[in-house]
């Protein structure tokens, strides 16, 4: 099956600073790739996503790059501000027949920006 | 617009106690998924439902999980003689557009 790797798993940056979280993925049928920002006590929140026939997705200071060669796809935030601490899980879905999007998810990255 | 409510929000429990978890898609999304998330750790696929029925339950991870779900409608996660490592936030999920999904705001219980 897919396996989904994320990295780092804790990030520090200084406000105002970028912000890149990297994420791998294994099986080359997974087709669509989004993101999710989990703020504490609450569900995770889709902020950004990719279909594998896009190499770059970019809204306002999120912006998501993939490499379907390489199989890897990141996902970049500039000039962070404190409310952009959050973890942020990538994810790799596989669409099939029967049971709709499988969705597999990187371990997460917990995100401290300081202002 | 799309929405997932989830009850409750907390549950702390006995070892060895049964638990429901209930997961209302607000606007009556037809796909539903259960996720659980351990502290620390990404999201782990528990269930999968189209309609009430469930054509994957790969991810249950012991004859202790069980899942029902009436029509297109709530969605009920059971965990029976619950031990420490059930421990964990419970995510209900339910499609948004074509891809992607939309998640309640979990259930942390705890198991003590």
């Known amino acids: 099956g897919e396996n989904v790797e994320q990295h780092p798993s804790t990030l520090s940056v200084q406000e105002g600073d970028s912000a890149v979280i990297k994420c791998t993925y294994s099986?080359?049928?997974?087709?669509?790739f989004p993101w999710y920002k989990q703020e504490l006590g609450k569900g995770p929140q889709l902020i950004i996503d990719?279909?594998?026939?896009?190499g770059e997705k970019k809204d306002q200071r999120i912006a998501v790059t993939l490499n379907k060669t390489a199989k890897h796809f990141s996902l970049h935030i500039t000039e962070t501000q404190p409310e952009d601490s959050a973890v942020y899980f990538c994810?790799?879905?596989?669409?099939?027949?029967?049971?709709?999007?499988?969705?597999?998810f990187g371990t997460g990255t917990s995100l401290t920006v300081i202002p | 617009g799309a929405g997932v409510s989830q009850s409750p929000s907390n549950k702390v429990t006995e070892k060895g106690k049964d638990v429901e978890l209930r997961c209302d898609p607000i606007?009556?999304?037809?796909?539903l998924y259960w996720y659980r998330q351990r502290l620390g750790q990404g999201l782990e696929f528990l269930i999968y439902?189209?309609?009430?029925?469930?054509?994957?339950k790969s991810g249950l991870p012991s004859d202790r999980f069980s899942a029902e779900r009436t029509g297109e409608s709530v969605s009920t996660l059971t965990i029976q003689r619950t031990q420490q490592e059930d421990s964990a936030v419970y995510l209900c999920?339910?499609?948004?557009?074509?891809?992607?999904?939309?998640f309640g705001s979990g259930t942390r219980l705890t198991v003590v």
């Open positions: 994810a790799a879905s596989i669409r099939f027949v029967n049971t709709g999007n499988q969705f597999y």
């Open positions: 099986d080359s049928a997974s087709n669509y």
């Open positions: 990719i279909r594998s026939n896009v």
């Open positions: 606007s009556g999304h037809t796909a």
């Open positions: 439902f189209q309609g009430n029925s469930a054509p994957d």
């Open positions: 999920a339910a499609p948004q557009g074509y891809y992607g999904y939309t």
